[in-house]
């Protein structure tokens, strides 16, 4: 996988590396604090309520015994919960997952059960004259934890996904059947290409099967835009859109456009059983969507689209 497209796991565990480098030392100065006062209930609660400022985006901090059971308050930024003193932590999802030679251990991502929002914990373990004696816990909001600059981007290959298993069963029955936008496609592709390549269409989707096309515009990037057959087939629709200038960072060439949607009027028409129900494309992730009739979807940077050699031609 080259460098600068990392996968998206590869791109989730450098977001944790950062996260768990930023609460180390924290974590374990909080730990080293509350191992001091650990068999006291009240300066344990006020050990936690001094180290929840220090301790970086934290939501909650407290103490849990070697069972999961937690034998502290809730320290929070507006002061101490008591109602969850006592309250059985052993069965969530980063006492489950905690790493026996590891100091620290930062769970994965799990729904809290208070705010029912992505969540995660780092638990530290508590040491007392070198003996373990519990796990100091911290909760965040992923709401609250910054991110790195770098950001995630889709993956530059083939990718192919498995539709609904009750339509695949049942493709060898179906036979394409001709809507009103295979019999005026001679007039839709044209002005399908104008609107991206003149006026700022830099996403679109084209339903052969329902005879609509969904676009997204630069000018309105928020809105999708809904655009029937009638439309679609009169080239005054382009005296609506703005003009807009070609994007110089689209990593789909302008003069790659018309063999792309031309790609798609053969795959509508290949073949009366596998046929192209739906094709779409993003001029700046590269990539050409395509849904089949036995709802199984492919998605292909453009430039192994066109190539006729390309892996995924031969797959098909």
Not at 18 to 35: G, I, S, T
Not at 116 to 122: F, H
Not at 141 to 170: F, V
Not at 244 to 250: E, F, R, T
Request: net charge negative.
């Amino acid at each position: 996988m080259p460098h600068n497209n990392p996968s998206l796991q590869e791109h989730i565990r450098r977001q944790r590396d950062m996260l768990y480098n930023m609460l180390l030392d924290p974590m374990k100065r909080a730990a080293r604090r509350c191992a001091r006062v650990w068999d006291q209930r009240e300066q344990l609660d006020q050990a936690l309520m001094k180290s929840i400022g220090q301790v970086p985006y934290c939501s909650y901090l407290y103490a849990m015994d070697l069972n999961g059971q937690q034998i502290s308050a809730n320290a929070s930024q507006d002061g101490l919960i008591q109602a969850d003193f006592g309250r059985d932590r052993s069965q969530r999802p980063y006492m489950q997952e905690l790493d026996p030679k590891q100091d620290m251990t930062l769970s994965s991502a799990y729904i809290s059960l208070r705010a029912n929002r992505p969540s995660l914990t780092a638990v530290r373990k508590v040491r007392v004259d070198g003996e373990l004696v519990g796990y100091l816990g911290a909760d965040f909001d992923l709401r609250d934890l910054p991110l790195t600059k770098e950001h995630y981007s889709e993956p530059g290959r083939w990718r192919q996904i498995k539709g609904d298993p009750a339509i695949r069963s049942q493709v060898f029955q179906q036979c394409r059947i001709q809507s009103t936008l295979d019999d005026k496609l001679d007039l839709v592709l044209p002005v399908l290409e104008e609107l991206v390549t003149e006026h700022g269409a830099f996403q679109f989707e084209i339903h052969f099967s329902s005879s609509r096309a969904t676009l997204w515009f630069m000018h309105d990037p928020y809105r999708y835009h809904l655009v029937e057959i009638d439309a679609l087939t009169d080239p005054d629709i382009c005296l609506v859109y703005p003009h807009h200038v070609y994007p110089g960072d689209a990593v789909i060439p302008r003069d790659s456009i018309r063999p792309i949607l031309q790609t798609f009027r053969h795959l509508r028409f290949a073949d009366d059983t596998i046929y192209l129900r739906a094709g779409s494309l993003n001029l700046f992730n590269g990539l050409v969507g395509l849904n089949f009739s036995c709802d199984g979807s492919h998605y292909i940077p453009h430039d192994q689209f066109l190539a006729r050699d390309s892996e995924f031609w031969n797959g098909i």
